[in-house]
C-alpha cells in the first residue's frame, strides 16, 4: 500500500486535468512568476516535462538575464513557472521544485548570477497548451530531457515528440533556436530522431557544432543536471543526445 | 401510425446544376425549376443502397468547385465520392479515424478531411489505380480494404505506399523532406500514432477532438479549430509550419468562417458566449458580438447534467464509458436537470451581415457585421419552433433551412406532435438591408420548395431516427458538465477552463479525473482516504492528490516513480486494486 502514496509516474496528457491556462500568451502573467525580474520580460527557455527542475536550476545561473521556464504535468498542485520555464504535468513534483526555487531565491538574494530569480516553473500540459503560454518564435530553447518512453504502441500517440506537436514546438521556437533531446531508452532516441530529421522546420546540428557556438553549458547540463540523468549514471546506462535546430523553408 | 421522415441534412443550390439534398442515408439530385427528381440513391443498384445503409446517415456532403464530385462523409470510416452527374458512386475508401469533415481544393483534385482524433489528411481525389477501394458499378459489394485502420501492424505497410500516386502540384514542389514529414514512416520497432491510410497524406494535427476546420478560398492557408478553445492557422499543403494561432476563446470552438468578401477576417463560434472576429493572420482578436442573451430563448435541445452522489460512485465507475444514456442514469437517484447549452453550429456572411445557428435552436440568426462600433449590434432571430440543422445560401440570396421535423417538446419519445410534417422540413428565409430576417415560405413556393417538403421526403424508421443523433455535441464538446466523450481516443475528460491569468495554487477539493491507459478512461488513482469520502460529481473517477505536506520530494520519490514507470503496463493492474482497496 505504501507505494499508492506516492505521485504516480504518468499522468495522461490527453485527460482534462484541471488545470488553469492563460487563454493566450497576452493574458499571460509572467511577472508573478519572476517577481524579481522586470515586468515583460518573457521566458525564453523551456523545460518540457522538468521533473524536479534540475536543469532549469542549473541553466539559471549561467544564463541570468534569460528567463527559464519548467514545466509539470503531474496533477494536483500546480506551480508556477519562470523565464527558464519548467513546465511539468505531475502536481507534487511541481510543488517540490516551486518550493525548492523560493528557497534557492531566498538563499541567494543579492547574487548577481546565482539569483535565480529568473527561473520558475508552471504545471501545464505542454502538449495541448503550448502555444497559450509562448507566443510565435518566442523561445530559443526547448528542452525534453528523458521523456516518457510510453512503450506501448498504442501510447506512441502520447509520446512528447510527434509528427503533429513538432509543428507547435516549431511555431514557439525562433528560427535558430534549438531543441535539446535525451535518452536513456534507445527505441525513444531512435523515435524522436527520426521524426525530428523528417520534419521540416528542423535540421539536425551535431554535439560539436553546440559546443563551437558557445552551448557547451548547456549540453553539460543537459547531460548531467537532471535528476534522471543522475540516477541513470548511477545505473551505468547510456544516454542519447539528439539536437536539431529550428530553420525556415520557403513558401 | 403515420409515417416519419428523415429531415433534410445538406441542402446545395448551385446555378446550372440540380439542387442537391441529403437526408439520412440518401442523396436526391433534383431539378432547380421544376422540382423534379433527376437522380435518387433510392435507385441506386442494391449492393450501394446496403453500403450507404452500413454506413449510417451522411454527416458531411461537400460538392467541389467545378460541380463534379461530391464527397460524403457518414458515421463510419468512409470517404465516398460520387460523380454529379448521375449520382454515381466512384468508390469508397476506409480512413483511419472517424472523419468529422472534409473540404475539397480549388482544383478538386484533393479532399482534405479532419477526424475526430484531431488530424487533418489529404486524399487524392481518386485513389491510385489497383487499390481495393475502388469501386466500379459492375462489381459485387466493394472489397474491405485489407488493411485495418488505427495502430494495428497493417497499417505499416500502407505506410510504404506512402506518396500518393496521383500527381498534384504540390506533390512536385514538395521537397523529400516535406514528404517524409506528411507520411511519417514508421520507425522499424514501433508504429508511429498519425500513420495514414488509403492513400492520405498527413497535413496537420491538434491535440484535441478537431471541431471544425475551413481552408482559404485561395488554398494557401487551413484554418483547424478544436475542443480545448484553439483556433490555428497553418499553411496549406504545408500543414507543419504554423502561421499563427488566434487564442482568446474560453469554451470549445464549433464553427469557423472567413467571409468572402473580408478575406484577412476570421469569424468564430463556439461554446462562449460571444462570436469572435479576427485578423487571422496576425491572430489579433478584434472584437467580440455578444450573442448568449438573444439565442438562449430559441436552444429548444436541452442537455441533461449529471450530478451523482458520494455513495453511488463505485458502480457507475464501471458505466462510465456510456454517456449517451441512460446507464449513467440507472443508480442512484440524482437530479438530472437540464439546461441549455450553446453551441454556434454554422456561420456564414451575407452583404454585411453574419448569418448563423447554435445547434439545438430552433432559430436563424443574423448580425451586423460592423467594425469598430462601441454599441454591441442587434441581433435579429426568425423562429422556426423546431430546431435548425442546417442552412444554406442560394444564388438568389435567399436562405433555404432544414428543420429537425420530427422534434418535439416532449422528448424523442413515441410523440409525433400533431403537426404532419409535410411543410415543415424546410424553410425560405429573406435577409433584409436592416438585418431582419423573415420567412418567406409561405409566400412564394417555387416548385421546388414543394418538392422538397413533400414528395421528397424519404420515409424513416423509429430506429433510424433515434440513430441520427442530431444534437450528441452539446454533451460532447463542454469540458465541464463532468461527462467523458466517448472516443476510442481518450481524448477529454473533464476539464479545466481557460481563465485569464493562471492561478497559483489549486487546492485539492475535487476529485480529478486522470486517465492514464489508452482508450478507457482509466482510473490512475493515488490513494487517499479524503478522495474517497469527497467524491462529488465526475464518474466516480478518481482519487485526488493528497496533500502537498506529504510529498517526499526526493531522489527516493524518483526512483519510486521511476520504478513505476519502468513497470509501465502494470499501471492498469494497479488501478484494479487500488479500486478493491477502497471498497
Not at chain 1, 36 to 57: N, R
Not at chain 2, 25 to 31: N, T
Request: proline share 6%; glycine share 6%.
Amino acid at each position: 500500500q505504501k507505494r499508492f502514496y506516492r505521485q504516480r509516474a504518468h499522468a495522461n496528457p490527453f485527460s482534462d486535468h484541471t488545470l488553469d491556462y492563460p487563454k493566450s500568451p497576452q493574458h499571460m502573467d509572467w511577472h508573478a512568476h519572476y517577481p524579481g525580474v522586470a515586468p515583460g520580460k518573457k521566458p525564453e527557455f523551456a523545460d518540457i516535462g522538468c521533473g524536479f527542475g534540475g536543469l532549469s536550476i542549473s541553466l539559471a545561473p549561467l544564463f541570468p538575464d534569460t528567463l527559464i521556464l519548467g514545466r509539470v504535468l503531474l496533477l494536483g498542485i500546480k506551480a508556477l513557472a519562470g523565464l527558464l520555464s519548467g513546465m511539468e504535468i505531475r502536481v507534487q513534483v511541481s510543488q517540490y521544485v516551486k518550493d525548492r526555487i523560493t528557497a534557492l531565491r531566498t538563499a541567494n538574494t543579492g547574487e548577481p548570477k546565482a539569483h535565480y530569480q529568473n527561473v520558475s516553473i508552471v504545471r501545464a500540459n505542454a502538449m495541448k497548451f503550448l502555444a497559450n503560454y509562448f507566443e510565435k518564435a518566442s523561445l530559443s530553447a526547448l528542452f525534453f530531457l528523458f521523456p516518457d518512453p510510453h512503450f506501448k504502441v498504442r501510447k506512441h500517440k502520447a509520446r512528447i515528440i510527434s509528427p503533429t506537436l513538432l509543428a507547435e514546438y516549431a511555431f514557439v521556437l525562433r528560427p535558430g533556436g534549438i531543441v535539446y533531446t535525451i535518452t536513456d531508452v534507445k527505441d525513444l532516441h531512435d523515435w524522436m530522431k527520426t521524426h525530428l530529421e523528417n520534419f521540416p522546420l528542423f535540421e539536425p546540428v551535431s554535439e560539436e557544432e553546440l559546443r563551437a557556438e558557445g552551448k557547451g553549458d548547456i549540453v553539460d547540463a543537459v547531460y548531467t543536471s537532471t535528476e534522471e540523468g543522475k540516477k541513470v549514471e548511477r545505473n551505468k546506462g547510456e544516454k542519447w543526445l539528439a539536437c536539431f535546430r529550428r530553420i525556415e523553408v520557403p513558401r | 401510425m403515420s409515417p416519419r421522415f428523415f429531415p433534410y441534412s445538406h441542402l446545395e443550390f448551385r446555378s446550372g446544376i440540380p439542387v442537391i439534398a441529403v437526408s439520412g442515408f440518401h442523396i436526391q439530385l433534383i431539378h432547380a425549376s421544376t422540382g423534379a427528381v433527376l437522380f435518387s440513391t433510392l435507385n441506386s443498384p442494391p449492393y450501394i443502397q446496403e453500403s450507404l445503409k452500413k454506413s449510417g446517415p451522411i454527416r458531411c456532403a461537400v460538392l467541389d468547385n467545378s460541380n463534379t464530385h461530391l464527397v460524403t462523409l457518414a458515421d463510419d470510416k468512409k470517404l465516398k465520392v460520387w460523380k454529379l452527374d448521375g449520382l454515381q458512386l466512384l468508390h469508397e475508401r476506409e480512413l483511419p479515424k472517424r472523419p468529422t469533415s472534409a473540404t475539397c481544393t480549388l482544383d478538386g483534385q484533393t479532399i482534405v478531411v479532419a477526424d475526430k482524433f484531431g488530424d487533418v489528411f489529404s486524399y487524392p481525389l481518386h485513389p491510385p489505380p489497383g487499390s481495393e477501394s475502388q469501386i466500379s458499378t459492375s462489381a459485387p459489394l466493394p472489397q474491405e480494404d485489407s488493411t485495418t485502420p488505427g495502430e494495428s501492424i497493417s497499417v505499416y505497410a500502407t505506410a510504404d505506399i506512402t506518396l500518393p500516386a496521383v500527381k498534384t502540384s504540390s506533390n512536385k514542389r514538395k521537397s523529400k523532406k516535406q514528404k517524409l514529414h506528411e507520411n511519417p514512416p514508421a520507425p522499424r520497432s514501433s508504429l508511429a500514432s498519425h500513420v495514414p491510410t488509403s492513400d492520405g497524406t498527413l497535413v496537420l494535427g491538434h491535440t484535441s477532438l478537431l471541431t471544425c476546420f475551413l481552408l482559404t478560398a485561395d488554398n494557401k492557408y487551413i484554418v483547424t479549430a478544436d475542443r480545448d478553445e484553439h483556433i490555428r492557422i497553418s499553411w496549406y499543403p504545408q500543414g507543419f509550419c504554423i502561421e499563427s494561432f488566434c487564442l482568446g476563446h474560453t469554451q470549445f470552438v464549433s464553427a469557423v468562417h472567413i467571409p468572402s468578401d473580408r478575406p484577412g477576417t476570421l469569424i468564430s463560434g463556439g461554446g462562449d458566449a460571444e462570436l469572435k472576429i479576427w485578423d487571422w493572420r496576425s491572430g489579433k482578436h478584434e472584437m467580440d458580438i455578444p450573442i448568449l442573451d438573444s439565442v438562449k430563448p430559441y436552444i429548444k435541445v436541452k442537455v441533461k447534467s449529471y450530478t451523482r452522489t458520494a455513495s453511488t460512485n463505485f458502480t457507475e465507475e464501471q458505466a462510465d464509458r456510456s454517456r449517451e444514456g441512460t446507464e449513467d442514469q440507472e443508480s442512484a437517484p440524482h437530479a438530472s436537470e437540464e439546461q441549455a447549452v450553446l453551441a454556434v453550429q454554422k456561420i456564414r456572411t451575407l452583404s454585411d451581415h453574419i448569418l448563423f445557428t447554435v445547434t439545438g435552436g430552433s432559430a436563424l440568426f443574423s448580425v451586423a457585421f460592423l467594425n469598430g462600433t462601441s454599441t454591441a449590434p442587434s441581433v435579429h432571430a426568425v423562429n422556426f419552433g423546431k430546431p435548425v440543422l442546417n442552412f444554406t445560401i442560394a444564388p438568389d440570396k435567399r436562405i433555404w433551412v432544414n428543420i429537425d421535423l420530427n422534434w418535439s417538446e416532449n422528448e424523442n419519445g413515441d410523440d409525433y406532435g400533431d403537426d404532419s410534417p409535410a411543410g415543415k422540413a424546410i424553410r425560405v428565409v429573406n435577409l433584409a438591408a436592416d438585418g431582419q430576417l423573415s420567412d418567406v415560405s409561405l409566400t412564394s413556393t417555387p416548385p421546388i420548395l414543394d418538392a422538397l417538403q413533400e414528395k421528397c421526403l424519404i420515409e424513416a424508421s423509429a430506429e433510424d431516427l433515434a440513430a441520427l443523433n442530431l444534437y450528441s455535441s452539446l454533451q460532447s464538446l463542454p469540458k465541464n458538465t463532468g461527462e467523458y466523450d466517448g472516443d476510442d481516443d481518450d481524448l477529454g475528460n473533464a476539464t479545466p477552463r481557460a481563465t485569464g491569468i493562471p492561478k497559483n495554487i489549486r487546492t485539492n477539493t475535487r476529485k480529478k479525473s486522470q486517465g492514464s491507459g489508452g482508450g478507457k478512461k482509466e482510473q490512475g488513482k493515488l490513494k487517499s482516504q479524503k478522495a474517497v469520502a469527497e467524491k462529488t460529481k465526475k464518474h466516480g473517477n478518481q482519487s485526488v492528490h493528497r496533500d502537498v505536506e506529504d510529498v517526499v520530494p526526493h531522489e527516493e520519490n524518483a526512483s519510486e516513480s521511476k520504478l513505476l514507470k519502468s513497470e509501465g503496463p502494470a499501471t492498469e493492474a494497479d488501478s484494479e486494486d487500488i479500486r478493491m482497496l477502497d471498497s
